[in-house]
Every structure is written in structure tokens, then in C-alpha cells.
Nanobody, 119 residues
Framework: QVQVVESGGGLVQSGGSLGLSCVAS????????MAWYRQAPGKQRELVAN???????NYADSVKGRFTIVRDNARNTGYLQMNSLKPEDTAVYYC?????????????WGQGTQVTVSS
């Protein structure tokens, strides 16, 4: 029923930019938190950024000043703008969504989208 779909990944040169989209659907409740995670080969999945229902945001130290998370609540859509990309940003990026009235402690995950940054 609930579906989370990411898009926008691809190959970019170091210093370039990419924008990722996350569309959530199928829940009867509104989104109260949307987050982006990433997982590089051989590494643990890590939180990149999240945006709360009140619009407050959090960023990993490694991406502060380079990444921006935004939202469109009316369309249950989130966006991660990634600027000044570095090779160490290479990873599969996942969107995670929590809804009002939904007690799934893990939230709902998308399938991921690959971001590759060349040196």
C-alpha cells in the first residue's frame, strides 16, 4: 500500500550537482518526517539529512553546507539537492518516510537510487 520512490541518481563529476526526488504515497496520514540515508559499498548505512513536519532540518556533518533537503507537503514529495559533490558521496541513496498515525518504527523505505561521483 505505502510506496516510496526515489529518482534522480546518476553519474556526476567531482564538484558537480545532482537533485534527488522522493515521492511517498499510499498512507492515510500525512508525512511528519522524511529522511535521506546513504550506503556506500562496505559501509554502514548513514543518515544524510532529514526534514521534520515543522520544517526543521538536520544534516550529517559531512554534507553540511553542500546538501539541502526540502519538501512539498501537498504532494508528499521530498527533494535532496546535492552540490559540490565529492567522490566520498558515492553511495546508494535511500528515502525514508514516517506518517502521522503510522507506528512503524522503521518508517517506509524506497528502493534507493545510485549516486556515483567520479574523481
Amino acid at each position: 500500500q505505502v510506496q516510496v520512490v526515489e529518482s534522480g541518481g546518476g553519474l556526476v563529476q567531482s564538484g558537480g550537482s545532482l537533485g534527488l526526488s522522493c515521492v511517498a504515497s499510499g498512507s492515510t496520514g500525512a508525512i511528519y518526517r522524511m529522511a535521506w540515508y546513504r550506503q556506500a559499498p562496505g559501509k554502514q548505512r548513514e543518515l544524510v539529512a532529514n526534514i521534520n513536519v515543522d520544517g526543521t532540518t538536520n544534516y550529517a556533518d559531512s554534507v553540511k553546507g553542500r546538501f539541502t533537503i526540502v519538501r512539498d507537503n501537498a504532494r508528499n514529495t521530498g527533494y535532496l539537492q546535492m552540490n559540490s559533490l565529492k567522490p566520498e558521496d558515492t553511495a546508494v541513496y535511500y528515502c525514508n518516510v514516517d506518517f502521522f498515525g503510522d507506528y512503524n518504527p522503521s518508517g517506509y523505505w524506497g528502493q534507493g537510487t545510485q549516486v556515483t561521483v567520479s574523481s
